[in-house]
Each structure stands twice: as C-alpha cells, then as structure tokens.
C-alpha cells in the first residue's frame, strides 16, 4: 500500500506544483491579474483524478480486485494528502522567494478595481481594513499553510470518495 500511495502522491503532487506554479507566474505577468478559476480548478479535478487509477491499481494489483469503500478512500485520502503536501511546500516557497511582494501587488488590484466599480469611500475604506488584515494574517506561516491545504485538499478528498463509491468491490 505504502509504494502504491507514494507514487500516485508524488505523480499528483508534482503535476498539481506544476501547474500552480505555471498558474502563478501566469497571474504574476498579468498587468490585471486576470485569471480563470474555472480553468484552475479544472485542472485540480482532473489531476486528483489520479487517484482513482492509484485506488484502482491498489485494489487490481494488491487486493485481486476487491476493495471495501472504506479501504478505498483511505487510499485515496493519503494520495490526496501528499499530493496536498508537495502543493504547500512548493506553494509555500514560491511565496516567500520567489514572489514576497505578490500581496502588496493584489492588494493594490482590489482596491484599484473596487475604485473602478463606483466603491464609495466607506466602502473603499472598508475594503483596505479588509485587506490590510488579510495581510496581516499572512505573516502567520501557519495561516498559510492552513490556507493552503484548504485550497486543494478538500477537492482531492471528494475526488477519492467518490473514486471509493465507483471502485469499492465486494468479494463473491
């Protein structure tokens, strides 16, 4: 079981790295940073869908075919989690080295969009609290971290529950 999530959680972990980063750049570069979070969380699904084939070659390889849905989603959650993990990490140190200044450059697109849509100035003001205390709460490493996790690990863990629910096998 070990092999079979590690690979799969490696495979995973650098496509959704890959692709987060490419992602980045893509909004780094952009003057607007335009961005489209469809597109991005398509691609999440469709990387996480590696997880059905570790959950399959598991049960196929491992279990001669037959697997419970609770053995299932165990799989899938651990390929889920360090899939997750190398996303943080990776996440994590191209935020801090290679893009620090990335929160003061979208703090100043927010504002400068919310100005563009008419914002009065109560509301302008109450959007730079807004975000000056997002900010502040990016400091915390652990925020980030949480934060991070948050974005990708809750689709990895419906992904594998519902690889669980089409591959769970009962024996004959």
């Known amino acids: 079981m070990k092999r079979n999530v590690t690979i799969y959680g490696l495979i995973l972990g650098t496509l959704l790295a890959g692709s987060t980063v490419f992602m980045m750049n893509k909004i780094c570069s952009e003057p607007n940073f335009k961005s489209n979070d469809i597109l991005g969380y398509a691609g999440m699904i469709l990387i996480f869908s590696l997880i059905f084939f570790g959950i399959r070659n598991y049960r196929n ?18 390929i889920a989690f360090i899939g997750s993990t190398i996303y943080v990490v990776i996440g994590l140190l191209y935020f801090y080295f290679f893009a620090p200044d990335f ?40 925020f980030v971290i949480f934060i991070s996790y948050m974005e990708v690990f809750p689709i990895g863990l419906i992904v594998s529950f519902i690889s669980s629910l089409i591959l769970r096998k009962k024996e004959n």
């Open 61 to 78: 390889n491992e279990l001669d075919g037959v697997i419970s849905l609770w053995e299932a989603f165990k799989i899938g959650a651990l």
């Open 103 to 142: 929160l003061d450059k979208y703090i100043e697109h927010v504002l400068y969009m919310a100005s563009q849509n008419n914002a009065t100035e109560a509301e302008l003001a109450a959007k730079t609290t807004e975000m000056l205390e997002f900010k502040e709460m990016y400091k915390n490493p652990l």
